[in-house]
């Protein structure tokens, strides 16, 4: 089975701090992707990337930027976290060309206060 | 927005019914899936439709998929308290790159 997993379930940060999100996955996908998920607006892309050192802005990519170095790791960093920042973020893999099944993490709930 | 719409918001049926939920989306599609989410974790994908299909059934599953009108429905027959999670639909097309664009999602509570 697909495994994503995600460094925390919980986060609770302060305004203005730098934040890390780490995903791991270990099917060696090539593409992933970063979402954040609030009430009543589904899931929104972030980022996204489809190969080592790639990347490309999602729908909402301000304050956010992201990291992948290695194949199997993207990383999504919170350059000064602000309030509107608090949500629920996930990321997700997936093989081959975009639009096909995505594997998602089971999701880090980050509180900026 | 492309995002696709779920309706109802909100089901509440009794352990034994069937679910249905409905997915409009605006633009023409490549495929569409349907992903299910219990409270606090992440997405479990459910069943993809092509756009050149019509129905697509998965185990208690049924996906319906309307090109014309731009709508799938998703039923869920014989349902149980497990079944109890938020669904979405996400649509796929070429005008946006090939990317998953979800709805808002419909919280369905079976109760037992």
């Known amino acids: 089975d697909v495994k994503v997993t995600q460094s925390s379930r919980y986060l609770v940060k302060r305004t203005g701090e730098k934040v890390f999100l780490e995903c791991v996955q270990d099917m060696d996908h090539e593409n992933m992707f970063w979402y954040r998920q609030d009430p009543g607006l589904g899931l929104r892309l972030i980022y996204f990337s489809y190969d080592v050192k790639m990347k490309e802005k999602g729908d909402i990519p301000e304050g956010y930027s992201v990291s992948r170095e290695k194949k199997e790791r993207f990383s999504l960093i919170l350059e000064s976290a602000s309030t509107n920042q608090t949500s629920m973020y996930l990321c997700?893999?997936?093989?081959?060309?975009?639009?096909?099944?995505?594997?998602f993490g089971p999701g880090t709930r980050l509180l900026v206060l | 927005s492309q995002q696709g719409e779920e309706d109802p918001q909100a089901l509440s049926i009794q352990e034994g019914e069937n679910a249905t939920m409905n997915c409009s989306y605006k633009?023409?599609?490549?495929?569409l899936q349907w992903y299910r989410q219990n409270s606090g974790r992440g997405l479990v994908h459910l069943i993809l439709i092509r756009s050149n299909e019509r129905e697509k059934h998965s185990g208690r599953l049924r996906v319906t998929l309307d090109t014309s009108k731009k709508s799938s429905s998703l039923l869920i027959t014989a349902s149980r308290a497990a079944d109890t999670a938020s669904y979405f639909c996400a649509t796929v097309n070429r005008e946006y790159g090939n990317k998953l664009v979800f709805g808002a999602g419909t919280i369905l509570r079976v109760k037992s």
């Open positions: 997700a893999s997936t093989v081959g060309g975009q639009g096909k099944t995505q594997y």
């Open positions: 633009t023409s599609i490549n495929n």
